[in-house]
């Protein structure tokens, strides 16, 4: 059974920082890349950042020198450093891991508040 559970999250005032987690099981986690989007209230979800399996990443504008996405494929673990938070960066933030022949999952999901 795959597995992608999102920690670290939580409330944080504007220009802090937080660092998210995403522990997969269930999956040979190295040939994933790995990804975290995030869905504000009212917004679709987006694409904040990925990281291939041979480690290139690619993030989007709004985050560029804030957020670093990582992994660690000795503990199947990808994180989201994110770093100078605004109030806009309130959203939920989703772990996916999108593999070979279209496998794709999602965990569940961990809650960002920024307070300005």
């Known amino acids: 059974q795959v597995q992608l559970v999102e920690s670290g999250g939580g409330l944080v005032q504007a220009g802090g920082s937080l660092r998210l987690s995403c522990a997969a099981s269930?999956?040979?986690?190295?040939?994933?890349?790995m990804g975290w989007y995030r869905q504000g209230p009212g917004k679709q979800r987006e694409l904040v950042a990925r990281?291939?399996?041979?480690?290139?990443?690619n993030s989007a504008d709004s985050v560029k020198g804030r957020f670093t996405i990582s992994r660690d494929n000795a503990k199947s673990t990808v994180y989201l450093q994110m770093n100078n938070l605004k109030p806009e960066d309130t959203a939920v933030y989703y772990c996916?891991?999108?593999?070979?022949?279209?496998?794709?999952?999602w965990g569940r999901g961990t809650q960002v508040t920024v307070s300005s």
């Open positions: 996916n891991a999108d593999g070979p022949r279209f496998l794709n999952y």
């Open positions: 269930g999956i040979t986690f190295s040939i994933y890349a």
């Open positions: 990281i291939t399996s041979g480690g290139t990443t």
